[in-house]
T-cell receptor, first 114, second 113 residues
């Protein structure tokens, strides 16, 4: 089975802190994604990556950056956390950029910024 | 631009078939229909996808109308563990920015004993 692991289920941070959310997949997938999920707004794509060291902005990249130094790991960085970044963060991976668009998701990290 | 319309909520009795409809009247020729579900406090889970033929796997069946403007996800024998929000998504069958999944509000399915 494909496994996408997010490093934390729950995080509490203070405004202005730098926050790292880590995601690891064990199936050698090419593509990785970071979404945030908020009530009434559904899932919104923050950033995605099709290869090591490659990244593209999604729909709401402001206030976030990402890092993909190794194929299996995709990190989401909040440079200076703000209260409006309190949300559920979901990482996903998929196999083939030209193939099936089936994404496998982690369990999510619920981040609270105080 | 979710491009799909689903009922907000549905109930189903345990052991009965759950039939979840989705309208996608503006679907283009290269777009597939994907279904995902999200159980409370978990990440979304892929269920099934199809282009124009009906599809079946170990989790569900997908029935797509001949004009492709609507589809139905069928859970043949719903269990309490199938209680979740079900998302119908229409996207091309490849990656890249055009292939990114866009989740709408979905249908909250409640399976009752």
């Amino acid at each position: 089975d494909v496994k996408v692991t997010q490093s934390s289920r729950y995080l509490v941070k203070r405004t202005g802190e730098k926050v790292f959310l880590e995601c690891v997949q064990d199936m050698d997938h090419e593509n990785m994604f970071w979404y945030r999920q908020d009530p009434g707004l559904g899932l919104r794509l923050i950033y995605f990556s099709y290869d090591v060291k490659m990244k593209e902005k999604g729909d709401i990249p402001e206030g976030y950056s990402v890092s993909r130094e190794k194929k299996e790991r995709f990190s989401l960085i909040l440079e200076s956390a703000s209260t409006n970044q309190t949300s559920m963060y979901l990482c996903a991976s998929s196999l083939d950029p030209s193939g099936k668009n089936i994404q496998y998701f982690g369990a999510g990290t619920r981040l609270s910024v105080l | 631009d979710a491009k799909t319309t689903q009922p907000t909520s549905m109930d189903c009795a345990e052991g009965r078939a759950a039939n979840l409809p989705c309208n996608h009247s503006t679907i283009s020729g290269n777009e597939y229909v994907y279904w995902y579900r999200q159980i409370h406090s978990q990440g979304p889970q892929y269920i099934i996808h199809g282009l124009k033929n009906n599809e079946t796997n170990e989790m569900a069946s997908l029935i797509i109308t001949e004009d492709r403007k609507s589809s139905t996800l069928i859970l043949p024998h719903a269990t309490l563990r199938d209680t979740a929000v079900y998302y119908c998504i229409v996207r091309p069958h490849y990656g890249g920015s055009q292939g990114n999944l866009i989740f709408g509000k979905g249908t909250k399915l409640s399976v009752k004993p």
